[in-house]
């Protein structure tokens, strides 16, 4: 892959993002998705549906490797509540009980190679996207991580 991994994070998001804007409720998916990526030499994103599971960690409980050699860049997305951190960056509780909840859709793209980035897209902002170059924190970046790394 010639592009970095925040590159191809973007790309697929769009890419999802125009799948699920045909769903009734694109921020509420029943399942989390995880998606092969390949990326063409001219840089054109295809996806692959490998999976879903209404626990995401239960859909990365079993190794990349398990999904054949096809696919070294994987995507995932899921949907939920996020809410904003206090000021030293922790929180308080569940996000769909915070008072300033916001409904939101989160891709992350990964691979053993070149690592991992996420895109969010937020329900009340759908045109505008948020994207982290793989500094994310906590179980779900944790599990990714496992995830493509065996």
């Known amino acids: 892959m010639s592009q970095s991994i925040t590159t191809t994070a973007i790309g697929v998001e769009e890419e999802l993002n125009q799948i699920f804007s045909s769903f009734k409720k694109p921020f509420h998916l029943e399942s989390a998705q995880l998606y092969g990526v390949f990326v063409s030499d001219d840089e ?45 960056g922790s929180f308080d509780g569940a996000p769909s009980d915070h008072d300033k909840r916001r409904r939101v859709r989160l891709a992350v793209v990964a691979n053993a190679d070149d690592g991992v980035a996420s895109v969010l897209r937020f329900k009340d902002e759908p045109n505008e996207v948020v994207s982290d170059p793989g500094s994310a924190t906590g179980s779900l970046a944790n599990a990714v991580s496992r995830f493509v790394a065996n």
Do not use: C, H, M, R
Not at 55 to 84: N, R
């Open 44 to 88: 054109t994103i295809s996806l692959t549906i490998l999976a879903s599971q209404p626990d995401v960690y239960e859909l990365l409980a079993k190794p990349a490797s398990s999904y054949g050699t096809k696919f070294v860049t994987f995507a995932l997305v899921t949907s939920g509540w996020a809410a904003p951190l206090n000021d030293d």
